[in-house]
């Protein structure tokens, strides 16, 4: 490029890389990669990536072969898909819902009984707490109810794992059920398996102070639990997996109307991120869930009051779940 003009091409260029970078992530030693890589190898395109801005050069690497070597197919970013989520409306009707739309994809089970509580899992397994009890079903639409009965309303799974409260104890079940005893005079608010099978609770003190405990695989007692070292005074209000790290939503500050996505590392229970603050109106422990899905996109869902998507640093409000009925999910929805 020559001093500051700006050709058309060039501005299209600058453009496309703009657009693009905003759905990826770079690694952290890219930048010295790529300028190590550009003084090795002189070509024309290595102007046209610095003239782009040093912003971007990080990234535009890896996507200027998208640019320049055209494959016959139209790319896109890779969070457009998967794009459904779980929930479960006031006729007991388990359903696949429609990220952007709020519409029902396909219709998985309908469960028996009265008033149905959450829902979690995925289109090929899930399970539902209806009137006490644990429902299992899938893509098959057959259902099956789990042994033994299920109290409050708090529920997790992953794969074939599922894990609830019973009286005085988190019940662990894949298939053959285990149960691990609170601690006298704390609350479990919330839970969330991860696919190693370890098990993140969110735990009410006798003081009230709300924290997350970290259990490993096959733990049966709290004392082989790790802390999350949440920081602040305000607790935690859901909790999730989000790969091997711990991601929780949290109240910007006591009471506030805003909230954010920070995470976790399991291991250690320092925080990685603190996440970007969003609009939900004040929520309490039971009345949201949080949830993620195989791209690391959270859905954050209330009960009838609001759901939104969280990608990254982009916070997208969704429709609520509606089948073709009228009928919506009075409870919140899960990816």
Known sequence: MNGTMVTDDEARVRALLHAAVDDVEPRPDALPRLLAATRRHRSPRRRVLLGAGSAVAATAALLLVLVVFPTGQRTAPVSIGPHGYLA???????????VDSGQRQRELGRVDGGAAGPVAGSPERFFA??????????ADGELRRLPGTATGQVLT?????????????????DPAQRR??????????????????????????????????????GAADFAAAGEIDVLGDCGPLSVTWTGGDVAALLPVSCGSADSRVATFDAETGRRLGGGVAFETGPLHPGSVQLSTD????????????????????????????????GQCAQTPSSF
Do not use: K, M, N
């Not at 209806?130 to 079903?137: L, N, S």
């Not at 894990?163 to 988190?170: E, N, Q, R, S």
């Open 294 to 325: 195989r791209l690391g996109r959270f859905l954050v869902s209330t009960a009838g009051t609001g759901q939104w998507l969280v990608d990254g640093g982009l916070i997208r409000p969704l429709p609520p779940a509606c089948a073709p009925g």
């Open 129 to 138: 707490l209806v009137d006490g009890h644990v429902v299992a079903g899938g």
């Open 180 to 217: 691990v005893p609170i601690p006298p005079g704390t609350a479990v608010l919330d839970l969330a398996l991860a696919e190693d099978g370890r098990l993140a609770v969110l735990l009410a003190d006798p003081a009230g102070d709300v924290g997350i405990r970290v259990l490993p695989a």
């Open 157 to 173: 799974a992953e794969g074939d794992r599922v894990a609830y409260l019973d009286g005085g104890a988190v019940v662990v079940a």
């Open 88 to 98: 479960i409306t006031d006729l007991g009707v388990v359903s696949v819902f429609d």
